[in-house]
Each structure stands twice: as C-alpha cells, then as structure tokens.
C-alpha cells in the first residue's frame, strides 16, 4: 500500500489500494479501456483496464485538466 509521498508513475496498480477506478460510458464490454482513479494527494492515476494488476500512470491535476481539454478540442482525434 502506497501512501500519498509515495505515488509515482510505472508503480504497481495493486499498490493504489482504496482507490476507486472508474472508466468512460463509452467503453466497450471487451475490455478496452483505460480506467482513472484520483489519488489522496489530488494526482489522477491511470491504467488499462485489461491489465488492472500492471502499471499506472500517476498525472498531477493540472496534467490531466490539460489532457481532457485538447480532448474536448479534438486535438487527438487523429488517434481514434
């Protein structure tokens, strides 16, 4: 169990307990998904789904609020 001076990007996602993952509607039933779970500290962690017990990814708020706004403005459109 990791506490809030501990969290870092590539650590175990099983490391991250008490920590409620949530994924998009928009996610499909097979399994592709990446999943979000904000952390103690207010970092956002993230991994995929089909791998729950392999790594996350740990972004500070201003990281991920900067990510969701290119989304919203297409930016990565390309990508789908």
């Not at 207010?42 to 017990?53: H, I, K, L």
Request: hydrophobic share 40%; charged share 20%.
């Amino acid at each position: 169990m990791a506490d809030q001076n501990e969290f870092h990007n590539g650590m175990s996602a099983t490391d991250l307990t008490g920590v409620a993952w949530r994924k998009s509607s928009y996610s499909g039933a097979v399994g592709n998904c990446v999943e979000v779970a904000r952390l103690a500290n207010g970092d956002v962690a993230v991994r995929n789904s089909r791998f729950p017990d392999g790594p996350a990814l740990v972004y500070t708020p201003a990281e991920i609020a900067a990510f969701v706004d290119g989304a919203r403005d297409g930016e990565f459109d390309d990508l789908a």
